[in-house]
């Protein structure tokens, strides 16, 4: 399975998603940059970052109200669903000055 190809198994995980009737938002986590790096959407939104990195990564969140820290192996992915408003910026352990921020809006 090539770097940024999804197996069949992992594409029907990811449409399968709870979600109402919001559509997902991506987030791509690569090796020194999120993509995109930064977007805005409504409260209630799945976001899904999908780790295409070859590593574990740890994601870490500056606002605890989302999430604290997760790690996403290395063709997995992680889901965030909150019916919150605000700001998140997150980034990687591995490259802490490459931040990632999503706005939230009601």
């Known amino acids: ?12 995980e990811i449409t399968d998603l709870p979600g109402g009737n919001l559509p997902a938002k991506y987030i791509d986590i690569r090796d020194s940059t999120f ?32 999430f604290d820290s997760v790690i996403v192996n290395s063709g997995k992915f992680f889901t965030l669903k909150k019916d919150i408003d605000g700001n998140l910026e997150f980034h990687c352990t591995e490259r802490p000055a490459t931040i990632g921020s999503i706005t939230f809006t009601p």
Do not use: D, E, M, Y
């Not at 790096?37 to 409504?42: C, D, P, R, Y």
């Not at 780790?51 to 606002?63: C, D, G, P």
């Open 35 to 66: 993509s995109p790096a930064s977007l805005t959407t409504v409260a209630g939104t799945t976001i899904v970052f999908v780790n295409n990195t070859s590593a574990s990564r740890k994601l870490v969140s500056h606002n605890s109200a989302f």
């Open 1 to 12: 399975n090539p770097a940024g190809r999804l197996t069949q198994t992992w594409v029907k």
